[in-house]
């Protein structure tokens, strides 16, 4: 019996949350993250990274150095958004979105440093130089030559710490997704084909499970996460009396991770992706599904809120501007065959001005009308939270190497294609299959490759988020009066 295409994009978004996220007795979905997925997906070329994977000093020239700086541009706008439990990700939202506006995650957390009142106790001197470490074991100042200006610039980046934090965790989190896709495909296998998959899980769980507990072994060995842990809490501990110092430290860090790229009014706060060099990387998780696997027991062990905005899976045309119009087929078209092939990575997302644990710190207040004139304070630690800033991406998603078997589908693609306008694009639930994007190098046209009962899917997209959440905030600590903040 065929499959609607809501059917099929519903059993899709659950196995990939569960890879991503957990959802086992050894690796259970944690309660403190949510999904937003991308509707379309969000087109790179490998290039497009390259910032990442080498730095700006690898620039040999000042076109080089343009081309870098664009790039770390683009994805700092890109991903420089405040997530939402209600609606996915929208790029043409994103874009729409200026600075002035206050809608972007770095405005709003500049506001909520800027404004807020906080725990003004003093420090003993002892206490004041072993934060001063800590912040700049965490973060640390880079100079750099600007080479089209030739002006020595200062950025804000992540400290050796943290550098080693986030490679560790990053190969954590990818052992991790293998071996949840390897579960999933077990747990979801149905009919002849499905034995292979029971098979391997049966004979080499154990074996993939180890890899895991490596990668978190290695995390704490090499990657210092006890240390971390242990910093963050001196840090909690000791500012929850006295902020005044600890504030500031975050306020410089802010304004020095502030770049400006080459086109008038491009100025961004730096960030970055961990590993930088994952674009040309092996070991990007396997991932299929088929038609049989909706009526699987797989299923997304978080509550329903946090798997993400509603994705609607008809196949939608949308404009150049990425704002959608009416599905050529809707999500009840359905396919009597189809099966689903890709390779899949989360990817962390490094953001060395913005400093999360902040959040978690019981030393600071906010006043309405005192500087703060949001509606509401940034969260107000409820499931699911309400507020301004109730949480920021953590990981992007990337999927590469989509191929889908399906002789309706590709018919339903092909009509799809056929009606839209010049410049337009065409996308199924968090893919985008054609279209435009624009990169340093200026704007791509992609196209997907229809051969009889065969679409594949060009280049790499990112296709959602994981997010995490932000608990109450301000949530002062008990005893604390108005008289205790400045």
């Not at 934060?131 to 089209?148: C, S, W």
Request: charged letters at 20%; one cysteine or more; a negative charge.
């Amino acid at each position: 019996m065929g499959k609607t295409l809501d059917e099929l994009g519903s059993t899709l978004l659950t196995q990939i949350s569960n890879i991503v996220n957990g959802g086992d007795g050894r690796i259970p979905a944690s309660a403190d993250t949510f999904l937003t997925w991308c509707t379309p997906g969000l087109p790179f070329d490998a290039g497009d990274f390259d910032f990442a994977a080498s730095g700006f000093g690898a620039a040999a020239d000042a076109e080089g150095y343009r081309r870098l700086l664009q790039q770390a541009f683009n994805f700092a706008q890109l991903v420089d958004f405040i997530p939402t439990l209600a609606a996915p990700y929208n790029r043409a939202d994103q874009e729409y979105v200026s600075r002035p506006s206050q809608q972007r995650l770095s405005q709003v957390y500049s506001d909520i440093l800027q404004f807020s009142k906080v725990a003004k106790s003093e420090l003993t001197p002892e206490q004041e130089a072993k934060l001063d470490k800590f912040r700049k074991l965490m973060r640390v100042t880079k100079v750099e030559k600007n080479l089209v200006t030739d002006e020595e610039v200062e950025k804000t980046v992540d400290g050796p710490v943290i550098t080693a934090y986030n490679e560790k965790l990053a190969a954590y989190v990818n052992e991790r997704a293998a071996y949840n896709s390897l579960r999933i495909k077990a747990d979801a296998a149905k009919g002849p084909e499905g034995i292979a998959a029971v098979a391997e899980w049966a004979s080499n769980s154990e074996l993939h499970w180890l890899k895991v507990k490596a990668a978190q072994d290695a995390w704490v060995s090499g990657g210092y996460r006890n240390e971390v842990d242990e910093m963050n809490a001196f840090i909690n501990q000791t500012t929850q009396r006295s902020m005044t110092l600890w504030k500031a430290g975050l306020q410089e860090d802010l304004a020095k991770a502030e770049l400006a790229a080459t086109t008038p009014g491009s100025v961004f706060r730096f960030t970055t992706v961990v590993p930088g060099n994952f674009a040309h990387a092996g070991g990007w998780t396997k991932y299929g599904m088929s038609h049989e696997e909706t009526e699987s027991n797989s299923h997304y062990e978080n509550e329903s809120w946090s798997a993400g905005g509603s994705v609607g899976f008809g196949l939608f045309s949308f404009g150049a501007n990425a704002s959608h119009s009416s599905s050529s087929q809707s999500s009840d078209y359905r396919c009597e065959k189809f099966r689903l092939s890709m390779e899949l990575a989360p990817v962390l997302i490094s953001r060395p001005w913005f400093a999360a644990e902040f959040f978690e710190n019981r030393g600071w207040t906010l006043r309405p009308g005192e500087g703060w004139f949001y509606d509401d304070f940034p969260s107000d630690g409820a499931r699911p939270p309400k507020g301004k800033l109730i949480g920021y991406s953590t990981q992007a998603i990337f999927a590469r190497n989509i191929v889908i078997e399906s002789e309706e589908f590709a018919q339903a693609y092909q009509a799809s294609q056929s009606k839209t306008e010049v410049g337009g694009s065409v996308g199924w639930g968090p893919f985008s299959l054609s279209g435009s994007y624009s990169h340093a190098e200026g704007d791509t046209h992609f196209e997907s490759q229809v051969d009889g009962a065969t679409v594949t899917v060009p280049g790499m997209q990112i296709i959602g988020f994981v997010n995490e959440l932000v608990g109450k905030a301000p949530n002062p600590m008990d005893g604390l009066t108005d008289a205790d903040f400045e």
